[in-house]
């Protein structure tokens, strides 16, 4: 046998002592275990300051942002800036080790160049930390090109990209919030104006400015317009106006309370609690061609109708009970029936958009507070603990509830998330703020 | 051969000599009518004698006595052959006596031989069977102490087997008692780390397989069979490297049990805050 030969034996040998011994081995069988239970934790995570956003002012660093918005998602749990001592802008970078001793499961790096005075390029890399094949490390990479004006809005763009990747579910970082702000003036009048502003309460704009009372506004399911309630001409009338350009339509003006307008999901119809006829009672208006349709009768006060996801119930307010409770009428059958039952008073109610629980404001022996309640079960969680709650409006992806909170002479904007964990103020121009309505998707 | 027939010739020719005397006395004698006169002489009748009937008659008288002398020959011959043969017969027999008194004697030496070899056999059998005995005397002491020693071993194999069999009981029931306790504490440490999504159904399970490295340090975490559910597992991977290192037994025998670890996720509750 020549030298090759002996050689090839060889290989062969050990590669067949080798197998015999990874059989051996593969022979053993992995322990099993079953893990039923978890935490009910926010999810970890890192958000490194972005490469080059130390140049732009505070309130456009991206990474500042991002984790403002993570955090106050309830989610998540951002580590504090301090603890970040490493600040990799590139994937290569990284540094896996190192944000695994920080317990962070994911991470977001990125970066941001001027391309011209007015054009900047953003790129951002979420990573999960612990995942073990290497190439599937990167869940989102991605890169922009906006103008400066536009990066605020990217911030919460990019929040909503990573909150979907991260929880399955649609983000609300670039939805909008409606509100009423009332500003007493110097001489003692007052000025009501519809403010639009980013859904942490940043940039608000007016879209309305009256001396007369602007009440119930309401998001149309595509968001481009607001229907509310305007006591211009001294007494309540419904219109509509245009988000972008601030044309305004007149919807209904019938004698007596023209109030509460809620739109089909389907946007073309609002149903609006008039009481030209009677008592208030719930009407449905077509948007188009302004035909009415009577849904609730009776001489009880039936009032803030609100339409459930599939568009073929309303629940709306009514004290025909004896107290303010939430009730919900069949829009084919015209049936009514009582949903609450715990308390007596419950009021402002509306659908989340499973169609499965609703959101009210529910009296307790504490005050007025925000709850929800599950269709099915009937069970009833309160979910904020103060005195004088109003106006729940909920989230377009049902996990939050925006409300005005009184405390003593003035009102503030508040959110809690719809399990109860997360609580926080949203930030409005001074003055008296209430009734706030929280945009669709976009 | 004359000499044989000498004899029975001399005794023939004597026959034949006193035959022709007789003969011819007998027919002198024929001739003579009967010396019998006895009766009254009757008238006799006259008989014609034929000389043919004569001749025929002497002649059948002749061949009668011939007849006779043969037949006397024959009886002689015979006689003397059976007087030969009753000779030969005694010779014949003589001879055998001699011969059986020989071979009985023969016979009887053999046997007195025969005898004394038996009985000289027989001593050696005895002698041998004595022996024989001893020997199994021997065999059977020997055998004895072998099947005690056997029997003693026997019983130490016994008693070492169930000793072994206690071992490996006790053992056992470690390995058991190790296995529930680290795989609680495992569970344990991978379920405080483990975040649940938010929105996730109940019934869905991811599926991994960890390695470990002796000491319990996650060596790295597979996914062998998704939940369809991608953030699940996520949380669950990165539960088990927030864990590590897992806690595992020490002894080396006992972690070998632990270095691949097959976990199902399953959010069915969580730890009460």
């Known amino acids: 046998m020549n030298s090759t030969m002996h050689q090839w034996l060889m290989v062969v040998i050990i590669s067949l002592l080798l ?7 593969a022979q053993t069988k992995p322990f099993e275990l079953v893990l039923t239970r978890g935490v009910d934790r926010a999810q970890p995570i890192a958000v490194v300051p972005f490469a080059g956003e130390d140049e732009l002012p505070e309130d456009q660093q991206l990474s500042k942002i991002i984790t403002h918005d993570l955090n106050r998602s309830g989610q998540f749990t951002s580590l504090p800036s301090q603890a970040i001592t490493q600040f990799p802008s590139q994937v290569d970078a990284v540094n896996y080790q190192y944000w695994r001793q920080h317990l962070v499961d994911n991470l977001i790096i990125g970066s941001i160049e001027q391309l011209s005075t007015e054009q900047y390029r953003v790129s951002f890399t979420l990573l999960n930390v612990f995942n073990p094949v290497a190439y599937q490390q990167i869940l989102l990479e991605k890169s922009f090109i906006v103008s400066k004006g536009e990066l605020r809005r990217l911030a919460h763009h990019i929040s909503d990209l990573v909150y979907q ?6 983000g609300i970082f670039t939805t909008r919030i409606a509100y009423i702000l009332v500003r007493e003036q110097a001489d003692g009048s007052r000025r009501y104006t519809l403010e639009v502003a980013d859904a942490d309460g940043y940039n608000p704009r007016s879209l309305l400015l009256s001396t007369q009372p602007i009440m119930s506004p309401a998001w149309s399911p595509d968001g481009k317009h607001i229907a509310y309630v305007s006591f211009e001409k001294r007494r309540a009338e419904i219109y509509t ?8 339509r007149l919807i209904s003006s019938q004698v007596g309370i023209n109030g509460a307008p809620a739109w089909s999901p389907d946007g073309k119809r609002l149903a609006v609690a008039l009481s030209y006829e009677n008592q208030p009672n719930i009407y449905l208006i077509d948007v188009h061609s302004g035909y009415i349709e009577q849904v609730t009768y009776g001489t009880a006060i ?58 009210m404001l529910h009296k307790t022996e504490l005050g007025f507070n925000i709850a929800e309640q599950s269709l099915h079960t009937g069970a ?6 103060t005195k004088a709650a109003e106006s729940p409006t909920l989230a377009p992806n049902g996990k939050w509830v925006l409300y005005a909170d009184r405390q003593g002479g003035r009102s503030e904007l508040k959110i809690v998330s719809i399990e109860g964990r997360v609580h926080e103020r949203i930030p409005t121009p001074a003055g008296y703020v209430q009734e706030p309505a929280w945009s669709p998707f976009f | 051969m004359l000499s044989e027939y000498k004899l029975s010739f001399l005794i023939s020719l004597v026959l034949h000599s006193a035959l022709i005397v007789l003969s011819a006395f007998s027919w002198q004698s024929v001739k003579a009518p009967s010396t019998e006169p006895a009766a009254p002489v009757e008238i006799i009748q006259a008989i014609t004698v034929d000389e043919v009937a004569i001749q025929t008659e002497m002649k059948r008288i002749q061949a009668e006595r011939q007849q006779q002398q ?39 030496q053999q046997q007195e031989q025969e005898m004394k070899r038996l009985a000289n056999l027989k001593a050696q059998a005895k002698a041998a069977e004595q022996k024989r005995q001893e020997e ?6 020997l055998q004895q102490q072998l099947a005690q020693r056997q029997a003693a071993l026997q019983k130490k194999l016994e008693e070492e087997q169930r000793q072994q069999a206690q071992l490996a009981a006790e053992k056992e029931r470690q390995l058991q008692e190790i296995i529930q306790r680290y795989g609680a504490l495992i569970k344990q440490a991978i379920g405080q780390q483990w975040i649940i999504p938010d929105n996730v159904e109940r019934n869905l399970s991811s599926t991994l397989l960890i390695r470990l490295a002796p000491g319990g340090s996650v060596v790295d975490v597979q996914l062998i069979q998704s939940s369809g559910h991608p953030q699940l597992d996520r949380s669950a991977i990165a539960a088990v490297y927030k864990a590590s290192p897992l806690p595992v037994p020490r002894e080396e025998e006992w972690f070998e049990k ?5 976990l199902t996720v399953r959010p069915e509750e969580v730890f009460a805050r």
Do not use: C, M, W
Request: hydrophobic share 30%.
């Open chain 1, 241 to 248: 106006v245009h988000v972008a350009t601030g044309k305004r």
């Open chain 2, 136 to 141: 199994e005397k021997r065999q059977a002491e």
């Open chain 1, 165 to 170: 990747e991260l929880t399955g579910e649609r």
């Open chain 1, 302 to 359: 039936d009032t803030e109708p609100a339409f459930s996801p599939d568009g073929q119930k309303i629940i709306f307010t009514s004290d025909r009970g004896g107290t303010p409770q939430i009730y919900q009428v069949d829009l084919t059958t015209k049936k009514v029936e009582r949903l609450t039952f715990t308390g007596k008073y419950n009021t402002t109610a509306q659908f989340t958009p499973d169609g499965q629980r609703i959101v």
């Open chain 1, 19 to 25: 197998s015999l011994t990874g059989q051996a081995v």
């Open chain 1, 380 to 385: 009833l969680q309160v979910l904020t603990h």
């Open chain 2, 70 to 108: 043969a037949a006397e020959l024959a009886r002689q011959q015979e006689l003397e052959r059976k007087a030969a043969q009753a000779k030969k017969q005694r010779e014949a027999e003589a001879k055998r006596l001699a011969e059986l008194e020989a071979q009985t004697k023969k016979i009887k």
């Open chain 2, 258 to 262: 632990f270095r691949e670890v097959k």
